[in-house]
């Protein structure tokens, strides 16, 4: 039975043909106005809907819609949801189902760590051997993941033989995640949930052509800008369109791929021919196409630095001309980090804020030295205190790569406390003994770096170890000398930076 679609205009231009692969249609919240429902999908260009159930009592409604309207297909399974009420019975009656030949996927199967309905253990436990009947019966399976990124990827790899055919449904995980998923072999679906969450747009831009699917999981994740409705498979378009104007695509494009790629993924019936033959006009066409309806892809930005906090050791060396006057002592400091224009692609500048402490003190040789000048070795002397506070640009050579090389300038305020010098002069002008640490200096200077970082990426959290050689000029007035004095300070350091995936951890 082919769409009823009374309330087109004939004189509107035909809206391209894309698939629904993920839409709960079956359930109460459809009752009413079910065939309003499929006549409205039918005049927004919505070709076919794939149904997946979620549990048992879900099961004989989802395969009977589909047995009754050809344009409709069923996919069975348990979801994680549900894994703790069902019992291996029911497990085995969706091997029974999905042995018939009635559904194109094993799903909704999966993990959801964020409502956590069901012990992780059981729906582990019950995704997995989901995963395994999918590869026996050679279906593919519709994943669900929700705040459980490492464990679905690793039940995934672990059942993944080369047969495992996946899609990772309303994606909205690290561009880690899509990545790994991509080398597993799955296929990434997007919902509603790209017209109104700003942290997606790279991933969009990061899956490949033929990996790509839409969905709209009604009755849930409205699109824009039927937000707070009860979301249908006829605002699948309203996906299409964000996900080809982020992608810089045509939105036939985007409907002509993404049904491509639905169709082989499910094995859709009878249309194989068609949809072949389609793909390849489609490229005709995109080829005919004035340049002007499709920008660039944007470079994706793979590592969120949003903001980062993180901590340094360094070795701290003054040079004044070409005299060492105090040398490779240990400073520590906070080291605040962020890319603020990332946000509008910019991934190559970070701006940094690093506050180093270290202090040079009795007992190291430059202190000995001078104590045994004037025999006083056997008391603590006063310390030279050094504190400085560094603003500066970071231009990184290479930022979608894990490994970074960066050169940085900036300038760094000094607060020096020279109780060593203050006790030298002291002794030597004054003939005296003063302990204070009064000779107080405070001055300006201009910092310079290179160095290379290394992002590790998790679920919820980059971390940065970075490894740097910064140099200081400084020119102060000696508050004991009363003359201007230029000094270098060489400062290797290495620090770890921990940028949080503010994206996933709000999510
Ligand atoms: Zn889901
Ligand atoms: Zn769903």
Same mark, same amino acid.
């Given at each position: 039975?082919?769409?009823?679609?009374?309330?087109m205009?004939?004189a509107?231009?035909?809206p391209?043909?894309?698939?629904?692969?993920?839409?709960?249609?079956y359930?109460d919240?459809?009752a009413?106005?079910?065939?309003?429902?499929?006549?409205?999908?039918?005049?927004?260009?919505v070709?076919?809907?794939?149904m997946p159930?979620?549990?048992?009592?879900?099961?004989e409604?989802?395969?009977?819609?589909?047995?009754?309207?050809p344009t409709?297909?069923?996919?069975i399974?348990?979801?994680?949801?549900?894994a703790a009420?069902? /019992?291996?019975?029911a497990?085995?009656?969706?091997?029974r189902?999905?042995?018939?030949? +009635?559904?194109?996927?094993?799903g909704e @199967?999966?993990?959801?760590?964020?409502?956590?309905f069901?012990?992780?253990? #059981?729906?582990?436990?019950?995704f997995?051997r989901?995963l395994?009947?999918?590869?026996?019966?050679?279906?593919p399976?519709v994943?669900?993941?929700?705040?459980?990124?490492?464990?679905?990827?690793?039940?995934i790899?672990e059942? *993944?033989?080369g047969?495992?055919?996946?899609?990772?449904?309303?994606?909205? =995980?690290?561009?880690?995640?899509?990545?790994?998923?991509l080398?597993?072999?799955?296929?990434i679906?997007? &919902?509603?949930?790209?017209t109104w969450?700003?942290a997606?747009?790279? @991933?969009v831009r990061? %899956?490949?052509?033929? #990996?790509?699917?839409?969905?709209t999981?009604?009755p849930?994740?409205?699109?824009v800008?039927?937000r707070? #409705? #009860?979301?249908e498979p006829?605002?699948?378009?309203l996906v299409?369109e964000?996900?080809?104007?982020?992608r810089?695509?045509?939105?036939?494009?985007?409907?002509?791929? &993404? =049904?491509f790629n639905?169709?082989?993924?499910f094995?859709?019936?009878?249309? !194989?021919?068609?949809?072949?033959a389609?793909?390849?006009?489609?490229?005709?066409?995109?080829?005919?196409?004035?340049?002007?309806?499709?920008a660039?892809?944007?470079?994706?930005?793979?590592?969120?630095?949003?903001?980062?906090?993180?901590?340094h050791?360094? $070795? %701290?060396?003054?040079?004044?001309?070409s005299?060492?006057?105090?040398?490779?002592?240990?400073g %520590?400091? !906070?080291? !605040?980090s962020?890319?603020p224009l990332q946000?509008l692609?910019? /991934?190559w500048?970070?701006?940094?804020?690093?506050?180093?402490h270290? $202090?040079?003190e009795?007992?190291?040789s430059?202190?000995l030295a001078?104590?045994?000048?004037?025999?006083?070795?056997? *008391?603590?002397?006063?310390?030279n205190d050094h504190?400085?506070?560094?603003?500066?640009?970071?231009?990184i050579?290479?930022? $979608?790569?894990p490994?970074?090389?960066?050169? =940085?300038?900036?300038?760094t305020?000094?607060?020096?406390?020279f109780? *060593?010098?203050?006790?030298?002069?002291?002794?030597?002008?004054?003939?005296e003994?003063?302990?204070e640490p009064?000779?107080?200096?405070?001055?300006?200077?201009?910092?310079?770096?290179l160095?290379?970082s290394?992002?590790?990426?998790l679920?919820?959290?980059t971390? %940065?170890p970075t490894?740097?050689?910064?140099?200081?000029?400084?020119t102060?007035?000696?508050?004991l000398? +009363?003359?201007?004095?230029?000094?270098?300070?060489s400062m290797?350091?290495?620090?770890?930076?921990?940028?949080?995936?503010?994206? +996933?951890l709000? /999510?």
């Open positions: 039975m082919a769409w009823s679609t009374p309330e205009s004939p509107s231009t035909p391209p043909g894309v698939i629904d692969t993920h839409a709960h249609i359930v919240r459809f009413d106005d079910f065939d309003a429902v499929l006549a409205r999908a039918g005049a927004a260009g070709e076919r809907i794939v159930a979620t549990q048992p009592s879900e099961f409604r989802t395969l009977r819609l589909a047995e009754e309207h409709l297909h069923a996919a399974g348990v979801h994680p949801h549900h009420e069902i /019992d291996n019975d497990l085995n009656e969706v091997e189902i999905n042995g018939e030949g +009635n559904t194109v996927a094993v @199967i999966g993990l959801d760590y964020y409502y956590d069901a012990p992780r253990e #059981r729906q582990q436990e019950v997995r989901q395994q009947l999918a590869r026996h019966l050679d279906l399976a994943i669900h993941n929700r705040e459980s990124d490492d464990d679905v990827l690793r039940i790899e059942e *993944q033989d047969t495992l055919r996946f899609q990772l449904h309303c994606f909205g =995980s690290s561009m880690a995640t899509l990545q790994r998923a080398e597993l072999g799955g296929t679906s997007f &919902t509603g949930n790209v969450l700003k997606l747009p790279e @991933i990061a %899956v490949p052509d033929d #990996r790509l699917m839409l969905e999981d009604a849930y994740l409205t699109p800008p039927h707070g #409705r #009860r979301n006829s605002y699948v378009p299409a964000r996900v080809a104007a982020l810089g695509q045509s939105i036939d494009d985007i409907c002509r791929m &993404t =049904s639905a169709r082989s993924f094995r859709l019936p009878l249309l !194989l021919l068609i949809l072949l389609g793909a390849a006009t489609g490229r005709l066409h995109a080829q005919e196409r004035p340049a002007d309806t499709s660039p892809a944007k470079p994706t930005i793979p590592y969120d630095r949003t903001f980062g906090i993180g901590g050791f360094s $070795s %701290v060396t003054f040079i004044s001309g005299t060492t006057i105090g040398s490779g002592k240990t %520590v400091g !906070l080291w !605040l962020s890319a946000s692609g910019v /991934d500048l970070q701006v940094d804020a690093i506050y180093n270290s $202090s040079f009795f007992g190291d430059s202190y001078v104590c045994q000048i004037f025999g006083e070795c056997d *008391q603590p002397l006063p310390r504190t400085f506070l560094e603003f500066s640009l970071r231009f050579a290479n930022p $979608s790569k490994v970074n090389f960066f050169g =940085s300038i900036g300038i305020h000094f607060h020096n406390e109780g *060593q010098d203050q006790y030298i002069h002291n002794k030597v002008i004054n003939g003994r003063l302990l009064n000779g107080i200096e405070n001055a300006w200077g201009i910092n310079g770096s160095g290379l290394y992002s590790f990426t679920p919820y959290f971390i %940065v490894a740097e050689w910064t140099v200081t000029a400084i102060s007035e000696r508050p000398s +009363n003359h201007k004095e230029e000094f270098f300070v290797p350091r290495i620090g770890l930076l921990i940028y949080p995936n503010f994206k +996933n709000l /999510d």
